[in-house]
């Protein structure tokens, strides 16, 4: 199954290539990948992530009868303004699509994310949030309309006869949209305000994306299984620090780029081998950054400071380039890592038969991977109120990742559920929790004290500064043991009893324990069990991170000189059927200055990145064979050579941006600590958290300011990477003191934590 536009050089005739680099293997797929690639798009049909005919029919239909309804009010609005009858009558809008609906991933139920496009006369405000949002309003098939204008990208949430609505708007500088307008063209970009340009980025991405992958179709049948494991192993949410649907999108499409001929199968195992072997910060792209005729900024950490601080750069393919994933934190990344390293761990299993997909897609246990829990309960008293309230407190639980690491030296370790659970017993309210763990791979011998008072206390501030508050808006911070976890988390209402089913993370689990008990030294997984156990595979994935963090990394690949790949490279899978000859070093010193061109060795041939073209290539006398996998780690790191070196933030500066950022929601005189504020941590022998009472929100008055409902996550694909918009604070009193009734301090078996001391501002 060969790509188009990929054709064997020994035909005479050169491939087409897609991306920044030439692919790591050409080799198509084997028979295990054909079986393998059935069973898994079986898989996925079982698990019902594919909708019926009859949906698909029903939303092309909500899709025509929408891109109507547009086109009608352009032409009302055209006639009010004064315009001429001719004027009037070539008065256009257009619908457009993105997100997953667009890139064809999407399932029974989701959303259908929309844009919009309309002439310079049709304004956003006046316009499309009024004369607009009165037509549909009127509409008995529209039900629950809800405009979010102050969003950092407005938008016009929906359902039109069941079905849920995005819709974002562009407003063109242009007197007439033509039908077959092409917005992915960089001209549609002129005289465009900040908000249209981020409302067509969404539409600009998707189009990028399906031009800049080889295959269309192993594209969507691996992203969509990639979006599956993601939600099943709770790495699936932008707003919680993880990724979201875009980024999960760029992820696969530079799987695809490097392994163009490969089936889903194949795709899936070396998703995970590249990003195990990824050096983050290095940035993922799918093409070159352009500068563009605009002027407009696009990602660049050597001019653009506050990019050198993204942990995990990926790079959106449409001009202005963006990081669509800046909201990835120290956690969140060492999480996502585990994940990657994980389900490496199980496709090589799968090769030999020790696991199978039902392994891979294996749910996380987050409430049972803890001993330690925090619970931050919202309520509000109306139901307007609390979708405001629930947006504004999603986009700031982030902050209190932040906070609790940085205080700790990031010795207390958190990790957030992405989303959020209702207590059908208690309407308009809903919970967030968040995993507690001291730092893997510390001794703990001796005790130490968290006292995280202060730290909770300023994320409560940073929410009740919310500028549209109003009475019954309300937020709790509570630590939950293991045992005390309500029970209206589990399904059901039914907390499980003690798991009988043995998981591929409970067996991992016990492996490390014995390995442990036994002083052997093998490395293990297992992060989702509550022992604490495999504390060395996890301490080096820390270490890791930091110390890619503290240092300056290569963040990009430059664009290799136009040439060839050879067109026998292996498939990886099959490891008998490539084998290099020679010491890697060898291959290096033969590198020119020059991004690896490729190297001829007597009677075979070596492309730019390491993976060799036929089954005896030859490049010294050592005689020494370097497998397909090792070959494939070399071509990792050449593709991780570019040029931004020496640009990448330290782990010191990091800190001080976050200290810039909530420096920001902060009022003076609030009568709330601040970050000067020392953190207690002191030495004990005893190994609890204690837990403490709810505290009294604080409160602001309901000054001016955007709506709240800009911070919700919505169910929007998260195509558009564009930060969340902190409210304006201006014309804000101060907010009243906080009544503490109970300290909140944790206590864990540490020794480097009781020799820190205090920590002062």
């Known amino acids: 199954m060969g790509s188009p536009g990929l054709i064997n050089r020994n035909n005479g005739q050169q491939h087409q290539r897609l991306g920044i680099t030439e692919p790591i293997s050409l080799g198509g797929p084997s028979e295990y990948d054909v079986?393998?690639?059935?069973?898994?798009?079986?898989?996925?049909?079982?698990?019902?992530?594919?909708?019926?005919?009859?949906?698909?029919?029903?939303?092309?239909?909500?899709?025509?009868?929408?891109?109507?309804?547009?086109?009608?009010?352009?032409?009302v609005i055209s006639r009010a303004k004064g315009l001429n009858e001719q004027m009037v009558l070539e008065a256009n809008a257009k619908i457009f699509t993105f997100g997953s609906y667009r890139l064809g991933v999407h399932g029974p139920g989701a959303d259908i994310d929309t844009l919009c496009v309309g002439p310079r006369h049709a304004t956003r405000e006046e316009d499309f949030f009024g004369e607009l949002h009165r037509m549909l309003a009127e509409m008995p098939e529209v039900t629950e309309l809800h405009p979010v204008p102050d969003a950092h990208v407005p938008v016009m949430k929906f359902k039109f006869k069941g079905v849920s609505i995005d819709l974002l708007y562009a407003k063109l500088s242009l007197w007439v949209i033509p039908e077959d307008l092409d917005i992915s063209q960089d001209s549609v970009l002129q005289n465009a305000d900040d908000q249209t340009v981020r409302s067509l980025n969404g539409c600009r991405v998707t189009d990028h994306i399906l031009r800049l992958v080889p295959n269309i179709q192993n594209f969507r049948t691996t992203l969509r299984c990639m979006r599956y494991w993601a939600k099943r192993r709770g790495v699936y949410s932008n707003v919680s620090g993880f990724l979201g649907g875009i980024n999960w999108a760029l992820l696969v499409a530079r799987i695809c780029q490097l392994?163009?001929?490969?089936?889903?199968?194949?795709?899936?195992?070396?998703?995970?081998?590249?990003?195990?072997?990824?050096?983050?910060?290095?940035?993922?792209?799918?093409?070159?950054?352009?500068?563009?005729?605009?002027?407009?900024?696009?990602?660049?950490?050597?001019?653009?400071?506050?990019?050198?601080?993204?942990?995990?750069?990926?790079?959106?393919?449409?001009?202005?380039?963006?990081?669509?994933?800046?909201?990835?934190?120290?956690?969140?990344?060492?999480?996502?890592?585990?994940?990657?390293?994980?389900?490496?761990?199980?496709?090589?299993?799968?090769?030999?038969?020790?696991?199978?997909?039902?392994?891979?897609?294996?749910?996380f246990s987050f409430f049972e991977a803890y001993r330690h829990y925090?619970?931050?309960?919202?309520?509000?008293?109306?139901?307007?109120?609390?979708?405001?309230?629930?947006?504004?407190?999603?986009?700031?639980?982030?902050?209190?990742?932040?906070?609790?690491?940085?205080?700790?030296y990031n010795m207390l370790q958190c990790h957030p559920h992405p989303g959020e659970f209702a207590d059908k017993a208690r309407p308009l309210h809903c919970s967030y929790f968040m995993g507690l763990q001291r730092k893997q791979g510390v001794p703990a011998n001796e005790g130490g004290q968290f006292d995280i008072r202060l730290t909770v206390e300023e994320f409560k501030h940073s929410v009740n500064i919310y500028t549209l508050w109003k009475p019954g808006m309300e937020i709790h911070v509570t630590h939950v043991k293991k045992k005390d976890i309500p029970n209206f988390v589990f399904p059901g209402g039914v907390r499980p009893a003690r798991p009988s089913k043995t998981t591929w993370d409970s067996?991992?689990?016990?492996?490390?324990?014995?390995?442990?008990?036994?002083?052997?030294?093998?490395?293990?997984?297992?992060?989702?069990?509550?022992?604490?156990?495999?504390?060395?595979?996890?301490?080096?994935?820390?270490?890791?991170?930091?110390?890619?963090?503290?240092?300056?990394?290569?963040?990009?690949?430059?664009?290799?000189?136009?040439?060839?790949?050879?067109?026998?490279?292996?498939?990886?899978s099959n490891t008998s059927s490539c084998s290099m000859v020679g010491d890697i070093g060898a291959v290096d010193s033969l590198k020119s200055s020059k991004y690896v061109p490729e190297v001829s060795a007597q009677s075979g041939e070596l492309d730019g990145l390491g993976v060799c073209n036929t089954a005896s290539t030859v490049l010294s006398s050592d005689n020494h064979m370097l497998s397909s996998k090792e070959a494939e780690k070399q071509a990792i790191e050449k593709i991780m050579a570019g040029p931004y070196a020496g640009h990448q933030a330290s782990s010191q500066e990091l800190e001080e941006l976050e200290d810039d950022l909530d420096n920001v929601h902060d009022v003076k005189n609030s009568g709330v600590a601040g970050e000067g504020s020392p953190i207690l941590i002191a030495n004990t022998a005893t190994v609890e958290l204690k837990s403490a009472a709810s505290v009294a929100p604080t409160t602001s008055s309901n000054g001016a300011?955007?709506?709240?409902?800009?911070?919700?996550?919505g169910n929007l694909e998260e195509l558009e990477p564009a930060e969340l918009a902190a409210p304006f604070l201006n014309e804000m009193s101060s907010a009243p003191a906080v009544t503490q009734k109970k300290p909140?301090?944790?206590?864990?078996?540490?020794?480097?934590?009781?020799?820190?001391?205090?920590?002062?501002?």
């Open 35 to 75: 079986v393998k690639t059935r069973e898994l798009e079986k898989f996925l049909q079982d698990a019902g992530l594919y909708e019926s005919q009859e949906e698909a029919v029903s939303r092309e239909e909500v899709l025509g009868r929408l891109d109507q309804i547009v086109k009608n009010w352009v032409k």
């Open 259 to 363: 392994f163009p001929n490969a089936l889903p199968n194949m795709l899936v195992s070396r998703f995970f081998r590249v990003y195990t072997q990824w050096r983050w910060p290095n940035p993922v792209m799918l093409c070159g950054i352009e500068e563009g005729s605009l002027g407009l900024q696009v990602w660049d950490p050597r001019r653009n400071p506050k990019d050198r601080y993204h942990l995990m750069p990926i790079i959106t393919p449409a001009y202005p380039c963006m990081n669509s994933s800046y909201n990835v934190s120290m956690s969140t990344l060492r999480i996502m890592s585990e994940e990657f390293q994980r389900g490496n761990e199980i496709c090589e299993a799968m090769e030999s038969n020790k696991a199978d997909w039902n392994t891979l897609f294996e749910p």
């Open 374 to 408: 925090l619970q931050i309960d919202i309520s509000a008293e109306n139901e307007y109120d609390f979708r405001q309230w629930k947006g504004w407190v999603e986009s700031r639980l982030r902050q209190l990742t932040l906070k609790i690491e940085k205080h700790t």
């Open 507 to 572: 067996r991992r689990s016990a492996e490390a324990k014995a390995t442990k008990n036994s002083g052997t030294d093998k490395s293990s997984e297992g992060k989702g069990v509550s022992d604490g156990s495999d504390e060395r595979k996890r301490k080096r994935i820390d270490d890791n991170i930091e110390n890619n963090v503290g240092k300056s990394r290569c963040l990009a690949a430059p664009p290799l000189p136009n040439g060839e790949v050879n067109g026998g490279s292996p498939s990886i």
């Open 705 to 713: 300011g955007p709506s709240a409902s800009l911070y919700s996550n």
């Open 744 to 761: 909140l301090s944790i206590r864990f078996n540490f020794t480097s934590l009781g020799k820190a001391g205090g920590k002062s501002g």
